[in-house]
């Protein structure tokens, strides 16, 4: 760390970039140039004092550290202190250049905060302008945010006498308090049009101008201004005036020499064209660089027209001159940034005005031929294409033009889509069919109730436990509301239950449901049994006892004992998810016993078991008679058909395969063994065991 440090203070120092003093260094950092302080080159007064206190400042840093040494491994670093700023009444702050004398933040909840910079005045000042001089600066870049402004003509001229705006707006019908409460918004105004939205207009002056107020607040292309009577280039005299121009390009008394003073990151204002470049962003950089042991945050600003060549000479500087960080950052490349020099709509409301001007300029000719002009606008045929959007209004402006003695009419049809995405919820009915479950794991009771829409899909889940106010409870409740809304949103429940089922936490344990012997934890169950009821075909890879798939139902009378009595038979088997095969064993037991006596004893029932155990059995005919020539033997014709024999080894382990990963020696597919996996390749146990 003390290498580190020494490298800082020659840094300080001045020590040239091909010196060998440095230690241990590739990229040599760019030192301070004691050169043009001692020239009087800099143009601070106290730079003398600053060269002084940043010697000393590493002097103290070796001298400190030789002695009692570092705590951490980075000594310095410049933090991103963007937002920061804002919060603290900072223009700018780290190595960073103001982002625009004025700006604008786009609010999350919608609208625009206006930030101007703070520090034009005392710079003025700094710089020799009188009182004056700075207020009339001031009030180019900022406006000067009063309405007793003369009223501009036509053409934009504002002139030295006539009526003014507060004039204009009072005939309109503007109030004296309207116009206090109009002229308490200008300062956080970005632009003029800004203050004269439907929702901030008196309603005598939209009735007055024959609107319905509802229906102009609902009109996302309503312009206060144009409702006034005001032309466009009317709207941008008085815009500049009350509002300012945001530049100091182009204002009175300011001399050439003090623009660069001023620069921003980005263009200043819609008439500005000055900015500092990135390669200025980068020297800036490189000059704190040698004095900062870890990175610096900062973005380096690229306009929206930078090439991927200038993208790539920016980051091969920055090597160059030995920064440790780079951050580049092309306007306009995020969906909506949090700083902008110009609002969202300005750009249409160009292209509508371009089209309102040619509409204007053929006016005195479109009189004259109105007529021909109509027939003709019906005859051109439509150009546009139809997209899928919410939104596909038509803005249709035609004009007449002369051209010697030919009538000549343009039309020019804007269509202006705008797409919404939004995600689509499908809710259930009011009244719909459920199905309730009641499940018990490890002692923790609970019901899963589920809502269905009218095609049997599962829509809603409803999980209650029956501990009411428990943290488990609690939980369950916030999950079916989760897994309630991701259903109705369209999330497959295949998706779910993948990822969900098989977690592993407590409470887990036994459970009283045959499908699911064994819960991991009350996710596992929940999202098992879904996958059991509303997923074809995993019940059949999952559950432990899976029904017989080409087994058909049979049917049986009552059986006979020797002495000719009936005998009561348990229907319960007849409901079970096994049923196939367990008729198919009580029949096979009956047999035997009829013939030998006892079926445990006897080898041909055992090899009978063991036959149907390994093969799959189709019974197409049963016949069961109870004449006194078969004593009460059933006699069963059965039609075996010989298949891939498959143990039931391989069986359950099939069904113990479903989750499980794979062994972590071996490579094979381990199986369930209680909550763990283990290997049958290697005997490797994953877990417990």
């Not at 302080?37 to 730079?47: C, D, R, T």
């Not at 009175?252 to 990151?265: G, S, T």
């Not at 029904?547 to 319960?572: C, F, I, M, N, Q």
Request: aromatic residues 6%.
């Amino acid at each position: 760390m003390l290498r580190v440090i020494r490298n800082h203070r020659r840094a300080a120092y001045g020590t040239a970039r091909d010196a060998s003093e440095w230690e241990s260094l590739r990229i040599r950092p760019v030192s301070i140039d004691h050169g043009i302080f001692k020239a009087g080159k800099v143009p601070l007064a106290n730079a003398g004092d600053m060269l002084a206190r940043s010697l000393a400042a590493w002097d103290d840093a070796l001298l400190f550290g030789t002695k009692f040494g570092f705590r951490n491994a980075q000594v310095t670093v410049i933090a991103p202190t963007g937002t920061i700023g804002l919060l603290m009444d900072c223009d700018t702050t780290g190595v960073e250049p103001d982002f625009a004398l004025t700006k604008f933040k786009k609010l999350a909840g919608g609208g625009y905060f206006k930030i101007a910079n703070q520090s034009l005045r005392p710079a003025m000042k700094a710089l020799g302008y009188s009182a004056t001089q700075t207020d009339e600066i001031l009030a180019h870049v900022m406006g000067t945010l009063n309405l007793d402004t003369p009223m501009p003509d036509a053409d934009g001229r504002i002139p030295a006498t006539g009526p003014t705006f507060r004039q204009h707006l009072t005939a309109k019908g503007y109030t004296g308090d309207n116009l206090v409460a109009l002229e308490n918004q200008l300062p956080m105004m970005f632009e003029l049009g800004f203050a004269f939205s439907a929702w901030s207009m008196p309603t005598q002056v939209l009735e007055a101008a024959g609107l319905d107020p509802a229906a102009a607040k609902a009109d996302g292309k309503f312009n206060g201004l144009k409702v006034l009577g005001l032309k466009k280039k009317q709207i941008e005299s008085l815009n500049r005036r009350i509002c300012g121009t945001q530049t100091v390009e182009g204002a009175p008394h300011l001399k050439a020499e003090h623009l660069a003073v001023f620069d921003c990151a980005n263009k200043c204002g819609p008439t500005g064209t000055r900015f500092i470049r990135p390669e200025g962003h980068i020297h800036m950089m490189a000059a704190a660089q040698p004095f900062i042991s870890g990175a610096i945050s900062k973005t380096i600003n690229m306009a929206s027209e930078a090439t991927v060549e200038q993208i790539g000479d920016a980051y091969r500087m920055s090597w160059e001159l030995g920064l440790k960080a780079n951050a580049l950052y092309r306007d306009g490349s995020k969906l909506s940034q949090p700083l902008s020099t110009k609002t969202d709509v300005e750009q249409e409301d160009e292209d509508t005005e371009g089209l309102e001007e040619s509409a204007t300029a053929g006016e005195p000719v479109a009189s004259a031929a109105s007529s021909q002009g109509a027939t003709r606008a019906a005859a051109v045929p439509a150009t546009s294409t139809s997209t899928t959007s919410f939104e596909s209004p038509v803005a249709e402006e035609s004009s007449v033009l002369v051209e010697g003695d030919r009538f000549v009419e343009r039309i020019v049809e804007r269509v202006v889509e705008r797409v919404i995405e939004r995600p689509m919820r499908r809710r259930l009915n009011e009244t719909r069919g459920s199905i309730t479950h009641k499940f018990n794991v490890a002692g923790h009771e609970g019901y899963l109730i589920v809502g269905l829409y009218e095609d049997g899909r599962p829509g809603e889940l409803f999980i209650t436990m029956a501990k009411e106010g428990s943290t488990i409870g609690g939980l369950m409740d916030s999950l079916g509301t989760a897994i309630s809304v991701a259903l109705q949103y369209g999330v497959p429940v295949e998706s779910l239950v993948n990822k969900f089922a098989h977690q592993r936490f407590e409470p887990m344990g036994m459970t009283t449901n045959s499908d699911i012997p064994f819960a991991k934890s009350l996710v596992d169950y929940i999202f098992r049994w879904m996958g059991m009821q509303f997923i074809a075909g995993y019940r059949d890879q999952n559950a432990p006892r899976r029904p017989a798939s080409v087994a058909a139902p049979v049917t049986a009378e009552p059986l006979a004992d020797h002495h000719g009595r009936g005998v009561k038979e348990d229907t319960a088997w007849q409901h079970r998810t096994d049923g196939a095969s367990a008729r198919l064993g009580d029949r096979i037991s009956s047999s035997d016993m009829g013939a030998s006596g006892s079926s445990t004893d006897s080898p041909r029932g055992s090899e009978r078991i063991a036959s149907i155990l390994s093969e799959t059995t189709q019974i197409t005919e049963s016949d069961v008679s109870t004449s006194a020539h078969s004593a009460g033997v059933s006699v069963v014709t059965e039609t075996t058909v010989a298949t891939k024999r498959v143990s039931v080894l391989d069986q359950a382990t099939a069904t113990l395969m479903g989750d499980a990963p794979a062994c972590d020696g071996c490579g094979s597919i381990t199986v369930r063994n209680g909550t763990c996996y283990r290997c049958l390749n290697c005997g490797n146990s994953m877990g417990c065991s």
